[in-house]
């Protein structure tokens, strides 16, 4: 079991910068934590992944450039850092964990079975 708590979201302005922080219980070794978002609407999407060794990561083509996921193994946490926020980028902001470990990137949400409660995250124009 993994517990995920997320934090950091709010209202800003497009152009602006926000870091969410998603706090895990336990993070096995090398697998998957990842950020996944969902507008009103919409169906979740995903966003970035990355393994808790840091050493693999992937985005989606729509935030790549923009936002930087990272870990810090000491706190057992995930960063997701946007910046040049845009009105498109509102959503509930979703931290995701897995305990699969291999080689291609899982950016499905079939493919977690751990999740935060989500992060409003609001982008005014």
């Known amino acids: 079991q993994v517990e995920l708590v997320e934090s950091g979201g709010g209202v800003v302005q497009a152009g602006d910068s926000l870091r969410l922080s998603c706090a895990a219980s336990?993070?096995?070794?090398?697998?998957?934590v990842a950020w996944f978002r969902q507008a009103p609407g919409k169906e979740r999407e995903f966003v970035a992944t990355?393994?808790?060794?840091?050493?693999?990561?992937d985005y989606a083509d729509s935030v790549k450039g923009r936002f930087s996921i990272s870990v810090d193994n000491a706190k057992s946490t995930v960063y997701l850092q946007m910046n040049s926020l845009r009105p498109e980028d509102t959503a509930v902001y979703y931290c995701?964990?897995?305990?699969?470990?291999?080689?291609?990137?899982?950016?499905?949400?079939?493919?977690?079975?751990?999740w935060g409660q989500g992060t409003q995250v609001t982008v005014s124009s």
């Open positions: 990355i393994t808790w060794s840091g050493g693999r990561r």
């Open positions: 336990r993070r096995p070794f090398n697998t998957y």
């Open positions: 995701a964990a897995t305990t699969y470990s291999g080689s291609i990137y899982p950016k499905n949400n079939i493919n977690y079975g751990y």
